[in-house]
Structures are given as C-alpha cells and as structure tokens.
C-alpha cells in the first residue's frame, strides 16, 4: 500500500467518549482503491487527502453537532491485493461494522469498491436494501475493458446483477448498453442532472415499495465540477453542493440509512479546497443520517 498519511476523521475535535469504539455510531473505512481508473488518476490518495482535510472541519456543521453520535476510524483496507481480496476483504469489513451496531462510512478510492461495502451490510442485515446513488455516470455496464469489477460497472453488479433496487441521482453521462439496462430494468429509477438542475429539483418521492433501509453511494462527480473538479471524470452540467444534500435528506424524512461511502476524490496538488469539501460532505451525510434516526 502506498505511504500515505491516515489519522482519524475529525481527529482534533472528537472527545475520549466521541471516540469510543463501544458505543460510536460511525465507523469510517478508508479504502485507497485504484485499479480501474479510465481517465484521470489519483483516487488512491483520496481517502488520507480527505481525513487529513477533516481535522480542519469544526464541531457544529450549521444543524449539529454528529461527532457526539461516536465516530471511530478504522485501518485502511489494504489495497496492494488483487481486486477480488479487496473486495471481500472491505465487505467483511463492513458487515463486521453493521453487526457491531454501526454505520459504516466507506471513503474512497474509486467507484468499483461500492459494491463490496453494499453487499457487506446486506450480508450483515440478511435483507435486500434500497441504494440511492448521487453521480455523473450510471455505471451499468456488464464490464469495462474485461473488468466485471470496474468503477463502471459497479451498479450493474448491484442492480443488475444482485437485483438491489437502485435511485440514480444526476446523471448526465451514459451509453447505449447503460440506457438499455435502465429501460429494461423494474428496479432501476432514475432523475437525471438535466431534469434535477435545471428546474432546481431539491426534493422527490421514491418509488413505491423501495426498500426501508437505503445505502447512499455519492460519487463525488455527481457535483458539478466548478464545485468539484478534484476527480478522475468530471462532467459538466452537475449537482450543486447544497442542491446534493438537500435530495438526500428527504430521501432519509422516512428510510433508514444503513450506511454509505463518499468516493472518487482524486486530490489535486496544493489545492486543499477540494479535499475539505469532500470531508465536509462526509460530516453533513453522517449529520443527516443521525438526524434522520433521531
């Protein structure tokens, strides 16, 4: 594994009992994947950029204070193994995290290691779970250059594959095999950047019958570039910053969020920015996620 840096999220303001593995009700997961990348690289680096970036976050974050909730950050999934090992090897992870009565908040690394933090908790919660996914690309092809494991290919094992219902949020960026799998499927439901930005969508119904418990996959590409451009595959015309957290907090107003992963940043030398945003997403999701459960 790479020599990076990764010290607990918001390290420098979590009290002994914030950080107490016994009763804390997040367990951040750091995995460095990057082996699938099609265009920009740099993912590896994303999950120490945004720890490092998150003792700069303070306590309140403008609704809350979700440190008191218990926050703990674990080892970093070694990503030095194949693709197959990391993807079992982060799926006993979360399951383990689930069982121990947590949620577990996966940082990433690229898109393709979603599919092993899913299927943890559904292992864990022996129950399908609804996934809402907040990014550009659909990610629904059977494979990208001969990996069933790519980043592009991600939901397709989810949704396709594993039959788990899936709410796609901000797309604007698929192929015809991607829209083909959307059309055909019952399970797959959709609202496209395009729909979303332009009439400032903030708030919808799921469908009827989407699972009680839901998984929120945010693909940090799902936000527009001028707000994110720290990523290997930027497409213009996303989500704003705001826009984002809005539609995921309606979204929990009913469903239990049984975790999530933040993925995709790829840190960009000397500009910080785009790190800190990435970890003050991370702290507004966990603080939407408390308050939904309160």
Known sequence: MADYSYPAFLASELTETESNA??????VIPCPLEKTVSYGSGTAAGPSALLEASQELERYDGRG?????????????DCDQTIEEVMLALRRRTAESVKAGRIPVTLGGEHSLSYAAIMGVVDALQKPIGILQIDAHADLRNAYRGNRHSHASVMHLCAVE???????LGIRALCIEEHEARVKSEHIHYIDAEKLVTNNITEFDLPEGFPEDVYVTFDVDGLDPSIM?????????????YQALSLIEDVLTGPRCVGFDVVELAPMADQWAWDFTAASLT????????ASRE
């Open 22 to 27: 016994d009763t804390a009700l997040f367990e």
């Open 65 to 77: 204070f979700p440190l008191e909730h218990g926050i703990i950050t674990s080892d970093p999934i």
């Open 162 to 168: 594993e039959k788990l219902p899936l709410m796609q």
């Open 229 to 241: 451009p720290a990523t290997g595959t930027p497409v213009p015309g996303g989500l704003a910053y």
């Open 283 to 290: 702290y507004r999701l966990m603080g939407l996620v408390a």
